[in-house]
């Protein structure tokens, strides 16, 4: 399912392709866990659903904290 986001770090919009259904998702909108309700889902596609964050964004916010 294409899932459109804005991420909260830049304010960017972008769109993913994630395994998840409509019910799934409706599941999450109504308060439940990504964890239960799609535990097929990576890390990084949790973020991207909850945050609109992606990993590349986390890398380049963060960079600074790896040196």
């Not at 972008?14 to 909108?29: S, Y």
């Amino acid at each position: 399912m294409k899932i459109i986001r804005k991420s909260r770090l830049t304010g960017r919009i972008r769109a993913q392709d994630i395994d998840i259904t409509p019910v799934q998702l409706a599941h999450w909108d109504m308060g439940g866990l990504l964890t239960d309700i799609a535990p097929h889902l990576t890390h990084e596609e949790c973020w991207f659903i909850n945050e609109g964050v992606t990993l590349a964004e986390l890398e380049l916010q963060f960079a600074d904290c790896y040196v």
